[in-house]
């Protein structure tokens, strides 16, 4: 959902809605679910509407990021049962939970990675990352010493925050190892514990 100016803003509104009233529904049980019981709620029905579709939005603004970050943190506060005002960076860190910035790094970088080495990826979707030196995908480039992506050129803003340009600044940071992943999974757990270790 955007507006008239390509604002995430809607999206971002209509995120909070369904936060909150689930969050409203729920609460009356916080003090008397034990935690497991409160992550797995969180984790199936809060936690989903934050990620849903969040690889759409890599260019999010810095006061709407922390709007979801806000979000996050009622959810933590519903599972610990903590006050409004009570730091949760700490009990974020106990569920090993990125901040909302890393977390939707992390879906961006997956799915540029199953981009890249799903052999069912419609070609179309390939052609739009190259790698530095050699463009093949015919190669298995996760064993190469340097598997960094070329940067498209960008002659716009809005082109140069989208995922074509994103994902691939995201992937190029990344440790060499993280690159070279044999598999999605070890993609994914890597990318979380290197993004876990900059917090």
């Given at each position: 959902?955007?507006?008239s100016t390509l604002c995430w803003r809607p999206q971002i509104a209509e995120i909070s809605r369904k936060t909150f009233a689930t969050f409203h529904s729920?609460?009356?049980?916080?003090?008397?679910?034990?935690?497991?019981?409160?992550?797995?709620?969180?984790?199936?029905?809060?936690?989903?509407?934050?990620?849903?579709?969040?690889?759409?939005?890599?260019?999010?603004?810095?006061?709407?990021?922390?709007?979801?970050?806000?979000?996050?943190?009622?959810?933590?506060?519903?599972?610990?049962?903590?006050?409004?005002?009570?730091?949760?960076?700490?009990?974020?860190?106990?569920?090993?939970?990125?901040?909302?910035?890393?977390?939707?790094?992390?879906?961006?970088?997956?799915?540029?990675?199953?981009?890249?080495?799903?052999?069912?990826?419609?070609?179309?979707?390939?052609?739009?990352?190259?790698?530095?030196?050699?463009?093949?995908?015919?190669?298995?480039?996760?064993?190469?010493?340097?598997?960094?992506?070329?940067?498209?050129?960008?002659?716009?803003?809005?082109?140069?925050?989208?995922?074509?340009?994103?994902?691939?600044?995201?992937?190029?940071?990344?440790?060499?190892?993280?690159?070279?992943?044999?598999?999605?999974?070890?993609?994914?757990?890597?990318?979380?514990?290197?993004?876990?270790?900059?917090?």
């Amino acid at each position: 959902m955007v507006d008239s100016t390509l604002c995430w803003r809607p999206q971002i509104a209509e995120i909070s809605r369904k936060t909150f009233a689930t969050f409203h529904s729920l609460k009356r049980w916080k003090n008397f679910l034990p935690i497991k019981t409160k992550i797995s709620i969180v984790n199936s029905i809060m936690l989903p509407v934050l990620d849903y579709a969040d690889a759409c939005y890599p260019d999010l603004s810095e006061e709407l990021t922390n709007k979801l970050d806000r979000l996050q943190n009622l959810c933590i506060r519903f599972i610990f049962g903590l006050k409004k005002y009570d730091h949760v960076s700490q009990y974020r860190s106990m569920l090993g939970w990125l901040p909302i910035k890393h977390r939707r790094n992390l879906h961006v970088l997956s799915l540029l990675y199953s981009t890249l080495f799903c052999p069912s990826t419609p070609l179309y979707l390939k052609e739009r990352f190259s790698f530095l030196g050699n463009p093949s995908f015919h190669l298995n480039l996760r064993s190469q010493k340097d598997n960094k992506l070329s940067i498209p050129t960008s002659n716009s803003n809005s082109y140069y925050n989208s995922f074509s340009i994103k994902a691939v600044r995201l992937w190029n940071e990344l440790p060499a190892e993280i690159r070279q992943s044999p598999s999605i999974s070890v993609f994914k757990n890597r990318v979380k514990n290197f993004y876990l270790s900059m917090i």
